[in-house]
């Protein structure tokens, strides 16, 4: 025990002496929550919305009603997607995990009518429930609130005849950037737990450290339990560091609980076993760099780290599935978010099952002695 | 575990890579408390079977026991009681010379001086200093250091002076020689023969994985060191010929003017100096080399010790 405590002592040492290497823990998922975040805030993607009409006369949709979802047709920002006028349509959300689904309520074209005879004193009201934790959701907002300026302006000159009554499906109190958040800490954990074992387990054997060390008593157990916990630690210093930042530029209002802490950890454990898996099949280091580069990369980005999976196409949403980061973005928002605790226990423990197996798979092929 | 007066016995070890046989049935002893200096060119076997000795690599065949303790079976326990000076020794960038020290005893869970230690390699004024600011001299010094951290009974010093200036290898030859005066048993692993003739109480010479001699550097050089050397400074060139006559290879340096000449078993180098006191050839002053271990790699194995090459 005393080894791997004083194991971990000197890597701390190491890692906090190392200022490059400080810096750019802390200043890369700094720059991208700053970077994405402005970038997805005028994205122009096809989105699917969802619309229950409620507005019928006599079973069929009002003719205004028509012409509205033609408008949104128009923006070619939308797969429009219609659902049933007499279903829930806030459970009917949650159901289906939806990012926007607007609701046109019964009356509306009555209600249009009416708040052009009194000069927009009384207004028509549309409902869009959507998911903030999604960029998608907070784009659904930005266009249907364009079209209903120019439907405004085409009734009359004087617009805001119509209002739209935002319902969120997490709760009103986070901001974009709070959902944003957990998919950041996903992949710094990911980042710094793959590159740390492929650092270990290749450039310390090629400049003879490893070969020092195994000289000693101390087990390859002991080695191994002593690099993933530094992994687990740097992965929530990087979080703390986030949430720092976050909480001073942003007013982050994430909730930090045990499970997302553990699947943090789980997170951790998981890449260093990857990364160890990956140096003993590419033993040269800068090879083996860019194999954990080749694992990593495509990994951010189609496990719905930056993008939305539901603007990607089918085959990429059915590799999102197999990929662990998903799980891990989807676990990490669940407890941190959403609050959906089942939910997030649940992805705990897929990732740490499949953490805990791939980091003995790891640790059993990683050499201690010389062929 | 065997109890005997030896530090490290070796039966028959054999290591085998495919059909190569880096080490091919070698058996050998080293006694409490000497020097052994294993010499050999690189790629001869050394550093494979150090690393057998050491644990960190299985044999193939034959078996050795450490201080009484079985490579094969008592691994852990060997290495408690060893310490290890790998080639080109590497350490963390950013400890500084103490922490190293103190991080390897630590390992051991050994209560270490590691004042002690740097003062002993005599890195008292860098004990601060992080690993990666010292010299390559001033590394395998922290080496020979870390390497005494649970003060072992025998220390495997693997070519640990390759690389270096020749200052910095007299400052880790000292150290060698204070390791001795310590009273341990030192095994010493190098291609420089100069290394071996100067620290070494008994000199194995390995070659292509199979010991070709074996005894204190003089001895072999008695028994194995067919050729001394005489060099006539600022000589007559008809030197040549005369020497040449006599059945000796003479070789004229241009450069210095110098004639070197290599001497034989049956004749002297009174002799010499006779024959061209009458031929009235003169010399400024002469110099006599004695036959080095180098000398002895090559008339053993027919290549030059430095390289391994045909000579």
């Known amino acids: 025990m005393n080894r791997i405590l004083v194991d971990l002592k000197a890597s701390l040492k190491l890692f906090f002496r190392n200022r490059s290497t400080l810096f750019w823990t802390i200043a890369f998922p700094c720059i991208l929550i700053l970077l994405f975040g402005a970038i997805f805030s005028y994205s122009t993607a096809r989105y699917d919305l969802y619309v229950q009409n409620q507005d019928l006369a006599n079973g069929s949709p009002t003719q205004f009603s028509i012409l509205f979802i033609q408008a949104l047709n128009y923006t070619n920002a939308f797969n429009i997607k219609q659902v049933n006028a007499s279903a829930n349509a806030t459970q009917y959300a949650l159901d289906n995990k939806l990012t926007s689904l607007l609701v046109i309520p019964k009356g509306f074209e009555n209600q249009t009518m009416v708040a052009k005879l009194t000069n927009g004193t009384i207004k028509a009201s549309l409902a869009l429930i959507y998911d903030q934790s999604s960029s998608t959701g907070m784009a659904v907002v930005g266009i249907i609130n364009g079209v209903i300026n120019q439907f405004d302006s085409a009734i009359s000159s004087k617009p805001s005849y119509i209002d739209t009554q935002l319902q969120t499906i997490a709760p009103t109190r986070y901001g974009y950037i709070d959902f944003f958040t957990p998919g950041i800490m996903a992949m710094s954990a990911m980042t710094l737990s793959i590159f740390g074992a492929v650092e270990v387990n290749t450039r310390y054997r090629e400049n003879g450290i490893m070969h020092k060390v195994e000289t000693t008593p101390m087990t390859r157990f002991e080695w191994i339990l002593s690099k993933t916990i530094f992994r687990i630690l740097m992965s929530f210093f990087s979080m703390a560091i986030i949430l720092g930042i976050g909480i001073l530029a942003f007013n982050l209002k994430v909730t930090i609980d045990a499970v997302s802490l553990l699947l943090l950890a789980a997170c951790s454990m998981l890449f260093s076993g990857i990364g160890m898996v990956l140096s003993r099949f590419v033993k040269d280091a800068d090879a083996a760099d860019s194999a954990a580069n080749a694992v990593t990369f495509p990994m951010m980005f189609l496990s719905g780290t930056f993008f939305p999976l539901e603007m990607m196409p089918p085959f990429i949403r059915s590799i999102a599935t197999v990929l662990p980061l998903t799980y891990v973005n989807n676990g990490l928002r669940d407890a941190m978010i959403y609050g959906q605790q089942q939910s997030a226990i649940y992805y705990t423990a897929i990732i740490t099952v499949l953490g805990v197996a791939v980091l003995i798979i790891g640790s059993f092929i990683t050499k201690w002695e010389e062929d | ?311």
């Open chain 2, 1 to 311: 575990m065997k109890q005997n007066e030896h530090a490290i016995e070796v039966d028959s070890l054999t290591k085998k890579y495919g059909n190569l046989a880096a080490v091919d049935n070698i058996s050998f002893t080293v006694k409490k408390g000497e020097i052994f200096a294993f010499l050999g060119p690189n790629g001869a076997g050394k550093t494979t079977t150090v690393e057998i000795l050491e644990c960190l690599r299985k044999p193939t065949g034959g078996n050795a026991y450490v201080l009484g303790y079985d490579i094969n079976k008592d691994g852990r326990e060997i290495k408690k009681h060893i310490g290890v000076l790998p080639q080109a020794f590497n350490s963390f960038d950013r400890l500084t010379v103490k922490e190293t020290i103190e991080y390897y005893a630590s390992m051991f869970g050994a209560k270490t001086d590691a004042d002690h230690l740097i003062n002993l390699v005599d890195l008292n004024d860098k004990k601060n200093d992080l690993f990666k600011n010292l010299s390559g001299g001033l590394k395998q010094r922290l080496g020979v250091a870390v390497a005494l951290v649970n003060n072992p009974e025998i220390l495997f010093l693997d070519e640990p002076t390759a690389g270096l200036d020749p200052n910095a290898r007299h400052e880790v030859w000292n150290v060698i020689r204070g390791l001795k005066e310590q009273g341990k048993t030192v095994f010493l692993t190098t291609h420089y023969m100069e290394e071996a003739e100067i620290l070494a109480d008994t000199v194995i010479i390995i070659h292509k994985g199979k010991i070709v001699a074996t005894g204190s550097p003089e001895e072999l050089i008695d028994n194995h060191g067919t050729r001394n050397f005489l060099i006539l400074q600022k000589a007559d060139k008809n030197a040549i010929p005369l020497i040449e006559k006599m059945g000796m290879e003479a070789k004229y340096d241009g450069e210095k003017g110098d004639i070197h000449v290599t001497l034989n078993h049956n004749i002297g180098v009174s002799e010499v100096l006779h024959a061209l006191t009458l031929k009235d050839i003169g010399f400024g002053e002469l110099q006599l080399k004695r036959s080095s271990l180098e000398d002895v790699f090559l008339n053993l194995t027919g290549e030059k010790l430095d390289e391994g090459v045909k000579a």
